[in-house]
């Protein structure tokens, strides 16, 4: 008895606490995770030629990693601290990059933004929930630029990149930021992950180059891959749009149910515009209506009701579809999987439909007031436009400018010998060992050009 007196005195310090949601948000990040490593990583590996298929998982690999590191350093502060090192006339332009790693943060009450939104579940379980967005964006990006970018120029372009691209860009749309504050809303990343991820692969596609000139066309090597790899990343969608609520609430599962219905929608829509204009529906061209559908209900998943995401459906499967089989050609930009089309495209769309669809009985969950174009609110479509034209400037010239800074200390594409062998000249191993050796005479010439490139610097040294 008076034990149970002592410690009913205690002031109970996780008061905030509430189990369920930190248990939903907790499933829902490792989905999304999964959605990368090894959903993205496979999939790409099934799409790109077989030659190619270690490097593809390995950039995805590092970029998993290599996001995680960058974000306790820096990266969550800046995109989602609380403190903001650039305001204008009470608008929030920039957060503060800083370390996220004491012990007292980690296990305290998310407060999120510098509107210092408090959530019921610790610091840790958000900052991990926000990584796995941070990590997919680049492992998207690199969609754009398969099949002949320098893995050491990648391994120094992920960290740089989401730390001065992908971080002040969530600031703004996700975290309470001047675009929050202007009306325009995300709901979990149509512009922050895919329009970023789009773009940035168009920007990196030209400044990287082409491949080489007769490998300039898709090959997909595995296609057990390619499918194996969209089951991951569609049913991880649901923790990617389920999660954004930040609890087990009745619009995650609005949200997860739009994701479904919108995605199921898309994917047949581009499997009929396949068939009417190739004559035969294929498997890749279901996989890409699939992501495309995912892309474009993202950004409207918890605002949106059914009607919304079946319009969402249909359109995604519409237009990416036109923009990757007849617009993006004419741009003579290598982008080597359409991420610009089925990404930033589609992202784009969802993010200016959600102006027009949001519907007040569904937004009262999660975001009460945000109304529509149909429902009476034409400005809603307006701010939703004039976000993504930042978005698309902000991100197309950082990542140009970073691109071209460390192609001065590093070439951005692999040498023409390496590309020819692929993996083996790369990594030292391939994907299919007994079934893609490299000639014993690749693998000679790959040798004497090696040493006669060394010899070189060793005689310019002298």
Partial sequence: MFIESFFSMIPDSTSWLNTGNNGWMLTASTLVGLMSIPGLALYYAGLTKRKYMVNAMMMALYAFAAVLVIWVLAGYNFGFGTSSILEIHGYYILGIPAPAMSGTFISGQAIVGPQHQALSIPNSTIMFFQFVFAAITPVLLMGGILERMNFKAWMIFVPVWSLLVYSPVAYWLFAGGWLNQLGAVDFSGGYVIHVDAGIGALAAALVIGPRIKEEMHMKANNLALVMLGLGLIWLGWDGFNGGDPYGATIDAGIAVL???????????????????????????????????????????????????????????????????????????????????????????????????????????????????????????????????????????????????????????????????????????????????????????????????????KKSDNK
């Avoid at 975001?367 to 902000?394: C, E, H, K, M, S």
């Avoid at 400018?401 to 200390?409: A, E, M």
């Fill in 258 to 456: 739009n994701t479904n219905v919108a995605t199921a929608v898309s994917m047949i829509t581009w499997m009929f515009m396949d068939m009417k204009f190739f004559k035969k529906p294929s498997l890749i061209g279901a996989s890409v209506g699939a992501i495309s559908g995912l892309v474009g209900i993202t950004p409207a998943a918890g605002y949106v009701n059914i009607y919304g995401a079946i319009i969402i459906g249909i359109a995604t499967g519409i237009v990416p579809w036109i923009f990757l089989y007849k617009i993006e050609p004419k741009f003579k930009i290598d982008d080597t999987l359409g991420v610009f089309s089925s990404h930033a495209v589609a992202g784009v769309l969802g993010g200016l439909l959600t102006g027009v669809l949001a519907d007040p009985v569904v937004t009262q969950y999660i975001d009460p007031g945000l109304t529509g174009a149909i429902y009476g609110n034409i400005r809603q479509l307006g701010i939703q436009a004039f976000a993504a034209v930042i978005v698309i400037v902000y991100v197309f010239a950082l990542t140009y400018g970073i691109l071209k800074l460390i192609g001065v200390f590093v070439p951005l594409k692999e040498t023409t010998e390496k590309l020819r062998i692929g993996d083996m000249a790369i990594h030292g191993e391939t994907g299919f060992e007994m079934s893609y050796p490299p000639s014993s005479a690749e693998i000679e010439r790959f040798t004497r050009e090696e040493k006669a490139k060394k010899s070189e």
